[in-house]
């Protein structure tokens, strides 16, 4: 069994004791208490019941869960270091519930036995700061789990993109991307140079900033580290080989992920729709190739 505890948190004296007993039966490989915050100011959560649907969009577990080991053997390297911010418990769930057989089955302890100290400038709050960034570093991780929609709409985050208002129908749809948050992904980057989803979150971040030229060698790089059933990395750069007006390179690109992977060329069909990532060349089919024409950049 795994009990993950920070130390500055608290549990119950006999919270261990109680959840050993509850799970030798067999009936669950996790059991979780209620919550109390404590510190700069109070609060208690009511753990939900479980949902392996509802898991993908609400983190249904707090940090300090007692967990059976085959979750972890289950999930490749543990807690996934590509979450920006935190949430590599709630990307650690999902992942869980995907891979080990049976998936997740909690058992409860409605008492107030995890004691969850808050601080003003605890990861806690930095999180809550940039929660928008982390969610959608969550979902960039489960690109065939979550609706298409949702991965674009992770993509506009890091790409400065206000989806929202470009879907009103404004000009104004750019939004600064936090200087933190370039920060935290070279950070990351530098003691994992060899992950794919970080690679893909800094070539969002280059593409947003006009840099298309890096962006694209950093998908090119994100295309060889990620695994194969990533789909994100070869679609931004198809999208950007058009951006650069690269057309028959971003074609082939695009055509080859269409043929590996369903529903890409329905995304590519309603890009315009869903986002400002709309600078397409034609529908989306596959080419006899021809000698390169020199083409302008289009105009960004």
């Not at 109390?36 to 609400?58: I, N, Q, T």
């Not at 890096?214 to 080989?241: C, H, I, K, N």
Request: glycine fraction near 8%; proline fraction near 5%; charge should be negative.
């Amino acid at each position: 069994w795994i009990f993950p505890l920070d130390s500055d948190d608290l549990i119950g004296p006999d919270f261990l004791e109680r959840g050993i007993a509850m799970a030798s039966g067999g009936a669950c490989n996790l059991v979780i208490a209620d919550l109390k915050g404590f510190g700069a100011w109070e609060y208690a959560w009511h753990v939900p019941e479980y949902s392996a649907r509802d898991l993908k969009y609400s983190n249904m577990f707090h940090c300090s869960a007692l967990f059976h080991k085959s979750l972890w053997q289950a999930v490749p390297r543990g807690y996934p270091i590509e979450t920006l911010f935190g949430y590599e418990d709630w990307a650690f769930w999902i992942f869980a519930e995907e891979m080990l057989e049976g998936g997740i089955r909690p058992c409860y302890i409605h008492e107030e036995l995890f004691r969850y100290r808050i601080r003003p400038d605890s990861m806690h709050q930095s999180l809550l700061k940039n929660q928008e960034y982390s969610i959608a570093s969550l979902r960039m991780l489960h690109p065939n789990l979550f609706p298409s929609e949702l991965i674009v709409s992770a993509h506009d985050k890091f790409l400065g993109i206000n989806s929202e208002v470009w879907a009103a129908g404004t000009k104004e749809v750019r939004a600064k991307v936090p200087v933190k948050v370039f920060s935290t992904v070279d950070d990351k980057i530098n003691k994992f140079p060899w992950s794919g989803p970080l690679r893909t979150i800094r070539g969002l971040l280059l593409e947003g900033t006009g840099d298309l030229e890096a962006a694209m060698e950093e998908y090119e790089l994100a295309g060889l580290l990620s695994g194969p059933q990533d789909w994100q990395p070869r679609w931004r750069l198809g999208l950007v080989q058009q951006r650069l007006g690269l057309h028959d390179h971003g074609n082939a690109t695009l055509s080859a992920l269409h043929r590996d992977f369903d529903g890409i060329a329905h995304l590519y069909r309603n890009l315009a729709s869903l986002s400002e990532q709309r600078v397409l060349r034609g529908p989306l089919h596959v080419r006899a190739a021809r000698a390169a024409e020199p083409a302008e950049k289009d105009e960004l």
